[in-house]
């Protein structure tokens, strides 16, 4: 049997850091300072996220020591809860946590990409999005130390280059911050919780790589150190960074240019260096946004994989040699057909949404039955605090988008049919 533990701590690193360094990040607080119509509330609910995301990390990684194998949220609650739960996690996982955010990482980088060079209008809609899936799918598809070698070097190029974006912005502080220098007030009477609430979801979204290591622990040494140092190292690099380029996009630029504009992270950096600027603002955009594209086609087919080598799905979704070869072709498909279905904001809503309340219900497994008496009185407390925040964030954002919220929970609905259609012919097998 072929060894596949092949990745170390700085690939397992970058696959968190590119996991997390995503669409989210370009797009959110422009979503977020329409609705909260404050720098300071967005900057407060992005620290509120990162901390939740880091006591996430904390929750997962005590999981990732307990079961060393691949498989994430699937695997876990399979052991620890039920294999109904387990096996609804892997759905939840497959369909939002990489599907939808392949496709919600390809939209944004299409937008990006036709701001950069106005003569790819004329191509049809989604025809860059589906082509970037299909090049992922092809990195990956036939050797991991190839493919993961490609993402380490693309997620070092493009913070150096986000990095330099901040010390840029920073460097023009206070002068030429025009928020900043308009003292924005907090008009907090004007926002209402479940708006807070809302805005949080979406943020915590940007959040949600923190556990991506998780899906490929068993390609990774020394698994049982590595994966929760990863998880917890990636988080906290993250939670600094986008504080510090959260404060860019909110202050630097005037409230009325960004509030609701999805392209905030280009105008803005358009209002600090100009056109040049921004155009190098774009091009981050498009390497970084192509990283998460990466990053997510590499890990999802693992899940895929381990739900066929359990035999809940069928064979020809496990490995053929180092890659699952079919799971990831089938990811690609399913992601192309995201793409041609929805809209950037509907599918914000929707995974993060989906995507919450599966990593509550998880980090909330900690609580229960074996692992109780098993963890200690402060990793208790964190797991409880991330799981009751989560969901809190989760059902107040969705009283607010029911549509979006609704189809998370049909997400959840067909999981239990597909399972309970499974469990059925295993019966009938066993019976004859």
Request: hydrophobic share 50%; glycine share 8%; net charge positive.
């Amino acid at each position: 049997m072929t060894d596949r533990k092949i990745l170390g701590l700085t690939s397992s690193i970058g696959i968190v850091i590119s996991s997390m360094v995503g669409a989210g990040l370009y797009t959110t607080s422009g979503f977020a300072l329409a609705d909260l119509k404050s720098p300071a509330l967005v900057l407060l609910a992005w620290g509120i996220a990162g901390i939740i995301a880091l006591c996430g990390s904390i929750g997962y990684g005590v999981l990732a020591r307990q079961f060393q194998e691949s498989g994430g949220e699937y695997l876990y609650l399979s052991k620890t809860v039920h294999p109904a739960v387990g096996f609804l996690a892997g759905i939840v996982s497959i369909v939002a946590g990489f599907t939808g955010a392949i496709a919600f990482a390809a939209i944004t980088l299409e937008a990006s990409l036709l701001d950069l060079s106005k003569s790819l209008d004329q191509l049809p809609a989604g025809s860059i999005a589906s082509t970037v899936v299909v090049l992922a799918a092809l990195q990956h598809m036939f050797r991991v130390r190839i493919g993961s070698q490609l993402q380490n070097a693309i997620v070092l190029s493009k913070l150096s280059l986000l990095l330099i974006f901040i010390a840029v912005a920073f460097a023009q502080f206070p002068d030429q911050w025009e928020s900043w220098k308009s003292k924005t007030s907090i008009q907090t009477s004007s926002v209402s919780l479940s708006t807070f609430a809302t805005s949080l979801m979406w943020i915590s979204f940007s959040y949600c790589g923190f556990n991506a290591a998780i899906y490929c622990a068993g390609e990774i040494k020394n698994t049982e150190q590595t994966v929760p140092r990863a998880l917890l190292i990636g988080t906290l690099l993250v939670v600094g960074f986008y504080w510090c380029i959260n404060a860019v996009f909110v202050y630097a630029a005037p409230y009325d240019q960004v509030a609701g504009q999805e392209q905030i992270a280009t105008i803005v950096a358009g209002d600090i260096g100009g056109v040049w600027f921004a155009w190098l603002m774009g091009l981050v955009i498009v390497i970084s946004l192509y990283t998460s594209v990466s990053v997510s086609m590499m890990i999802g087919p693992r899940v895929l994989a381990r739900m066929a080598e359990d035999g809940n799905l069928p064979g020809w979704f496990n490995f053929q040699g180092e890659t699952p070869r079919i799971a990831i072709f089938l990811q690609a498909i399913a992601s192309i057909l995201f793409i041609q279905v929805t809209t950037l904001r509907e599918l914000l809503t929707y995974l993060s949404f989906t995507l919450s309340l599966c990593s509550a219900i998880t980090v909330g497994s900690l609580l229960l039955g074996r692992h109780r008496n098993q963890i200690r009185l402060w990793q208790k407390i964190v797991a409880s605090f991330f799981t009751l925040a989560t969901l809190v964030i989760s059902f107040l954002g969705a009283s607010r988008n029911p549509r979006e919220s609704a189809a998370g929970l049909v997400t959840i609905l067909v999981g239990l049919l597909i399972y309970w259609l499974i469990s059925r012919r295993r019966m009938s097998v066993n019976q004859d």
